[in-house]
T-cell receptor, first 113, second 116 residues
Framework: DAKTTQPTSMDCAEGRAANLPCNHS???????VYWYRQIHSQGPQYIIH???NNETNEMASLIITEDRKSSTLILPHATLRDTAVYYC??????????????FGKGTLLTVNP | GAVVSQHPSWVICKSGTSVKIECRSL??????MFWYRQFPKQSLMLMAT?????????EQGVEKDKFLINHASLTLSTLTVTSAHPEDSSFYIC????????????FGPGTRLLVL
C-alpha cells in the first residue's frame, strides 16, 4: 500500500461542504485511492474510490490531483450524521485475496450544529 | 446493494470458552472475505483473508489455531475465537468482496466481544 497522510481532526459546520485532504505522494500507477468512514461503534462504510479521474456519487466527490500525489474528499452538504473517522487508503490493486486495506488513523470529522 | 451482516452484534463469554462469529453477504456472493479486529481508540487491524473453499491466510502475529476461520460458502464466513481470554476482548469486523467486482470491500456492522 502507498502511505497516506491525513489530518488528525477537522471541524465543519452543518450544511457546509466538508473538504478532507489526503496526501499519497508514493502512490504507484495502479493504486486506487479509496475512502471509507467509520461512525462510532459501527463497521466502516465505503464512500468512493478513484484512480486518476475525479469521481462523484450520491455520497461524495473525490478530487485527485493530476500528479495523483494527493486527493480531497468532498461532502457537499455535511450533516450531523456525517460525524465519523474518515480513512483514505491506497491499496495495492492486485485483486482477489491479495487485495488488502491498511487502515491508518484517519481524520475525525466533527460536524457542528 | 452490497449488504454484509454479522451475528451476534455483541457477546459476553467466560474466559476459556469459544465464541463463533458469523459474517454473511446478504445480496451478493463473496469470493473473498476479510476479518479485522479493532481495539478501543485504535484503527482496524487485518487478521486474516479467507477465500471460499480454501484455507484462510493469516496476517503476521495472528494465531491461526486460536482464530479459526471457515469460509464454507460464497455467502458465509465464520470466525471462532477459541479458548478466549480477556485480552481477546475487542470489536471484530468482517468485510466481503463481491465475485463480480473485486475492487471494493463492504463491511459488516461488527461484533463486540467481551471476555470475562
Amino acid at each position: 500500500d502507498a502511505k497516506t497522510t491525513q489530518p488528525t481532526s477537522m471541524d465543519c459546520a452543518e450544511g457546509r461542504a466538508a473538504n478532507l485532504p489526503c496526501n499519497h505522494s508514493t502512490i504507484s500507477g495502479n493504486e486506487y485511492v479509496y475512502w471509507y468512514r467509520q461512525i462510532h461503534s459501527q463497521g466502516p462504510q465505503y464512500i468512493i474510490h478513484g484512480l486518476k479521474n475525479n469521481e462523484t456519487n450520491e455520497m461524495a466527490s473525490l478530487i485527485i490531483t493530476e500528479d495523483r500525489k494527493s486527493s480531497t474528499l468532498i461532502l457537499p452538504h455535511a450533516t450531523l450524521r456525517d460525524t465519523a473517522v474518515y480513512y483514505c487508503i491506497a491499496p495495492l490493486n492486485s485483486g482477489g485475496s491479495n487485495y488488502k486495506l491498511t487502515f491508518g488513523k484517519g481524520t475525525l470529522l466533527t460536524v457542528n450544529p | 446493494g452490497a449488504v454484509v451482516s454479522q451475528h451476534p452484534s455483541w457477546v459476553i463469554c467466560k474466559s476459556g470458552t469459544s465464541v463463533k462469529i458469523e459474517c454473511r453477504s446478504l445480496d451478493f456472493q463473496a469470493t473473498t472475505m476479510f476479518w479485522y479486529r479493532q481495539f478501543p481508540k485504535q484503527s482496524l487491524m487485518l487478521m486474516a483473508t479467507s477465500n471460499e473453499g480454501s484455507k484462510a491466510t493469516y496476517e503476521q502475529g495472528v494465531e491461526k489455531d486460536k482464530f479459526l476461520i471457515n469460509h464454507a460458502s460464497l455467502t458465509l464466513s465464520t470466525l471462532t475465537v477459541t479458548s478466549a481470554h480477556p485480552e481477546d476482548s475487542s470489536f471484530y469486523i468482517c468485510s466481503a468482496i463481491s465475485e463480480r467486482g473485486w475492487e471494493t470491500q463492504y463491511f459488516g456492522p461488527g461484533t463486540r466481544l467481551l471476555v470475562l
